[in-house]
Nanobody
């Protein structure tokens, strides 16, 4: 069973950048599909980005395309989310997730979740 710990959230002005990190415990990180989700106040949790085991395939929500980049370092058991050109509507708690499934954007892929890190984008 993997444990996931996010870091890198904070307060940033619109147009700025943040890089989120998610460190995973255990020896099987490279066997998990990894993803990032977010949940804004009063809204449902939504998919942001996913990455395959090798890192060779990625998938983004429309809201993230062109601004966010997901990547992973299997040697460090870490997945990243580089967020650029941030907007106030990106404000949310961001969650890292991992699991044995293959569909990058499917909730069913992900079994393990972190506690989340707050990202706040001011106008």
């Amino acid at each position: 069973q993997a444990q996931l710990v996010e870091s890198g959230g904070g307060l940033v002005q619109a147009g700025g950048s943040l890089r989120l990190s998610c460190a995973a415990s255990g020896r099987t990180f490279s066997t998990y599909t990894m993803g990032w989700f977010r949940q804004a106040p009063g809204k449902e949790r939504q998919f942001v980005a996913g990455i395959s085991r090798s890192g060779g395939s990625t998938y983004y929500a429309d809201s993230a395309k062109g601004r966010f980049t997901i990547s992973r370092d299997n040697a460090k058991n870490t997945v990243y989310l580089q967020m650029n050109i941030l907007k106030p509507e990106d404000t949310a708690v961001y969650y890292c997730a991992g699991g044995p499934g293959y569909a990058l954007q499917s909730w069913r892929t992900y079994e393990y979740w972190g506690q989340g890190t707050q990202v706040t984008v001011s106008a």
